[in-house]
């Protein structure tokens, strides 16, 4: 339940053409009564037109432990889809309790796991 809100924020925030750019499991509140989630810190979020992709110039933007491999590039294009990475990230960490790419605390190594995969 409380997961499926996750994902209904994010597709309120991607109707209205807002891509979060930062989920993490800090970035997502739950109510006291543990019925509520809200999604927090869009200080990296970005506005898109609508059909439109985004062209970052930089790799910063967000938590590189959470980042889609294709925001890991220079120059590069993308979507709102970078979120849903994230969320599956943060649905991965839920089931298991540990982060899919948990290494030794590298972030090198953090990198070349996520771009295998």
């Not at 997502?28 to 019925?35: A, G, H, T, V």
Request: charged share 25%; net charge neutral; glycine share 6%.
């Amino acid at each position: 339940m409380l997961y499926k809100q996750i994902l209904e924020g994010l597709a309120y925030l991607h109707e209205q053409h807002i891509c979060h750019r930062d989920i993490k499991p800090s970035n997502i509140l739950i109510s006291k009564d543990k019925k509520r989630v809200v999604l927090v810190d869009f200080n990296v979020a970005k506005s898109v037109n609508e059909g439109d992709m985004m062209l970052m110039y930089t790799k910063t933007a967000g938590t590189l432990a959470f980042a889609a491999p294709e925001r890991l590039v220079d120059n590069c294009v993308y979507s709102e889809k970078v979120d849903i990475w994230a969320a599956g990230i943060v649905l991965v960490m839920l089931l298991t309790g540990s982060h899919p790419f948990e290494t030794t605390g590298m972030t090198v190594k953090l990198i070349e796991d996520i771009m295998k995969s």
